[in-house]
C-alpha cells in the first residue's frame, strides 16, 4: 500500500527556536498534501492544504507565518513551525494523496513536538 | 464536508463482529464516506471508502444506506488489535478531512 514517511518522529528544542517536519510520499507522486495537529485526548484538526508547486491554504485560525509550509515536489512538503513555543507542542501529522477528489489520503506516523 | 456522527465509544467481544454506525445526514451526491483508524500515538490508518455501493476489502466491509444518510463499517472478526478509535470522514471535493470525535472501539478478551 501507499506509504508516507514523516520525519522526525519526535524532537524537543527550546523556546524560541524553529523546528522543520519532513513529509514524503514513497511509493506515489503526491498532488496535495496535508497537515493536521493533534492535541492529547482530541481529535485531528486539518492545519493547511499543499498543493504542489503552489502556496499551501491555511485554515481559519492557523497562522501562515507561524507554520510555514512548502511543498516543492511531489515528494515532499515541510511543516516549519517558526519561533516555536511551549503552546506550539503537540503531535503533528501529515497525510498525501495521489490527487485531489476520491483518492484515500494516506498519513505519515506523526511528529511528537515538545517545545521547552 | 458532510458532518458525520458516530457514537463516542462501543466494546466487542474479541472474535465477534464489531459493527460501527456513522450519520452522515448531510451528504452530497458526490461526497464519499471514507474510514480511518488510529491507534494510540499513530498517523490515522485508512481502512476503506465507498461512494453508494457495498465495499469489502481485506480488513473491512462499508455498508451505505441506500439514501446514503449513514454507514456501517464492519469488522467482522475483531481481535485484541482492533481496539483504535475510528474516524468516519464524508469530504468535500477538495478532499479536506474535518476529523469528528470518532468511536473508541476496545476489544475484549
Known amino acids: 500500500g501507499a506509504v508516507v514517511s514523516q520525519h522526525p518522529s519526535r524532537v524537543i528544542c527550546k523556546s524560541g527556536t524553529s523546528v522543520k517536519i519532513e513529509c514524503r510520499s514513497l511509493?506515489?507522486?503526491?498532488?496535495?498534501m496535508f497537515w493536521y495537529r493533534q492535541f492529547p485526548k482530541q481529535s485531528l484538526m486539518l492545519m493547511a492544504t499543499s498543493n504542489e508547486g503552489s502556496k499551501a491554504t491555511y485554515e481559519q485560525g492557523v497562522e501562515k507565518d507561524k507554520f510555514l509550509i512548502n511543498h516543492a515536489s511531489l515528494t515532499l512538503s515541510t511543516l516549519t513551525v517558526t519561533s516555536a513555543h511551549p503552546e506550539d507542542s503537540s503531535f503533528y501529522i501529515c497525510?498525501?494523496?495521489?490527487?485531489?477528489?476520491?483518492?484515500?489520503?494516506?498519513f505519515g506516523d506523526g511528529t511528537r513536538l515538545s517545545i521547552l | 464536508d458532510a458532518k458525520t456522527t458516530q457514537p463516542p465509544s462501543m466494546d466487542c467481544a474479541e472474535g465477534r463482529a464489531a459493527n460501527l454506525p456513522c450519520n452522515h445526514s448531510?451528504?452530497?451526491?458526490?461526497?464519499?464516506v471514507y474510514w480511518y483508524r488510529q491507534i494510540h500515538s499513530q498517523g490515522p490508518q485508512y481502512i476503506i471508502h465507498g461512494l453508494k455501493n457495498n465495499e469489502t476489502n481485506e480488513m473491512a466491509s462499508l455498508i451505505i444506506t441506500e439514501d446514503r444518510k449513514s454507514s456501517t463499517l464492519i469488522l467482522p472478526h475483531a481481535t485484541l488489535r482492533d481496539t483504535a478509535v475510528y474516524y468516519c470522514?464524508?469530504?468535500?471535493?477538495?478532499?479536506?478531512?474535518?476529523f469528528g470525535t470518532g468511536t473508541s472501539l476496545t476489544v475484549i478478551p
Open positions: 448531510t451528504i452530497s451526491g458526490n461526497e464519499y
Open positions: 511509493d506515489f507522486q503526491a498532488t496535495t
Open positions: 470522514i464524508a469530504p468535500n471535493t477538495g478532499n479536506q478531512f474535518y
Open positions: 497525510s498525501a494523496s495521489a490527487r485531489a477528489g476520491n483518492q484515500p489520503q494516506h
